[in-house]
């Protein structure tokens, strides 16, 4: 009878320091991710500087939000004066459900694996000189109700397919190569 609870304390250990290295990973991974947006990006106000990569927890990091896994939900980089690019391991948070980078300098295309974020509610991404298309993968994203790409330099066609649907055109206001039929 003793090695049978002694079996089963070792199993329930055994259980317990997996599920702790399985949301380890997970934490890490998000870590990685935005690891990777913060090495791409110039900050000349120093606004990342708590985004320390030898930190294995990004929820102590300012301007980012985790729920109660320690899995990032939000991240909260409006006008902060960040240039560059949105780096492509942004697509990697699984669980974020709200991205703002607002009012920067922030360049280049919007990462297509944006729309792999199947928690995303809310992307602004205004005022910035972003430009190319709009993935269209963006629009796989059911859970998506607030997107604001406004007064940046996209180009193309204003997709209508899925979450595009329910986004209103002031969303895509001041992009002047954007436009029905337009191409990039």
């Known amino acids: 009878m003793a090695l049978v609870t002694a079996t089963r304390t070792t199993l329930s250990i055994a259980a317990a320091v997996l599920m702790a290295m399985v949301v380890a990973a997970a934490a890490n991974k998000d870590a990685d991710a935005l690891s990777a947006l913060r090495g791409g990006l110039k900050d000349p106000d120093g606004a990342l500087n708590s985004w320390d ?38 697509g990697q948070l699984e669980r974020l459900r709200f991205l703002e980078v607002f009012d ?9 694996g944006l ?18 298309p709009i993935p269209l993968a963006l629009g796989n994203i059911q859970s998506l109700k607030f997107l604001n790409l406004s007064n940046n330099d996209l180009c193309g066609t204003i997709p209508t397919n899925g979450a595009f649907s329910n986004i209103p055109p002031s969303s895509f206001a001041n992009n002047p190569r954007l436009h029905p039929g337009g191409k990039c």
Request: charged share 15%.
């Open 104 to 112: 920067n300098n922030i360049q280049g295309q919007i990462p297509p």
């Open 53 to 90: 990569p030898n930190l294995v927890d990004p929820c102590t990091w300012f301007y980012v939000t985790c729920d109660g896994d320690s899995r990032v939900i939000r991240l909260d980089l409006g006008n902060l004066k960040l240039s560059g690019p949105l780096a492509p391991e942004l």
């Open 115 to 132: 729309g792999g974020l199947t928690n995303l509610v809310g992307l602004d991404l205004r005022n910035n000189r972003i430009s190319g």
